[in-house]
């Protein structure tokens, strides 16, 4: 069993940036892939960013590339998102994720392990 806990959102204003953390609860967190999805009402759960186990490699989702950075410490146990120049469309619920394998993958299905999630409101 793996816990994940997300922390960090809030209220922001267009343009402005917030830090999401994840914490996870076991020591084998720098083998496996992460990522950070998100979810806003109605919507459907959507992929934002993944990293490997080792942090080297990252993907992102079109709407989030240079805008957003994933990176981890795996030291702490923790993975992060600094969400930069943030828009009204990114007001989400944000969910970390972790995987059983060291691979990147995209697809909320291939994750294993879910934190609660955290609020990011942004508004115009």
């Known amino acids: 069993q793996v816990l994940l806990e997300e922390s960090g959102g809030g209220l922001v204003q267009a343009g402005g940036s917030l830090r999401l953390s994840c914490a996870a609860s076991?020591?084998?967190?720098?083998?496996?892939?992460m990522g950070w999805f998100r979810q806003a009402p109605g919507k459907e759960r959507e992929f934002v960013a993944a990293i490997s186990g080792s942090g080297v490699t990252t993907y992102y989702a079109d709407s989030v590339k240079g805008r957003f950075t994933i990176s981890r410490d795996n030291t702490k146990n923790t993975m992060y998102l600094q969400m930069n120049s943030l828009k009204p469309e990114d007001m989400a619920v944000y969910y970390c994720?972790?995987?059983?394998?060291?691979?990147?993958?995209?697809?909320?299905?291939?994750?294993?392990?879910w934190g609660q999630g955290t609020q990011v409101t942004v508004s115009s």
């Open positions: 994720a972790s995987r059983f394998f060291s691979g990147l993958a995209t697809a909320p299905g291939e994750y294993a392990y």
């Open positions: 076991r020591r084998t967190f720098s083998v496996w892939a």
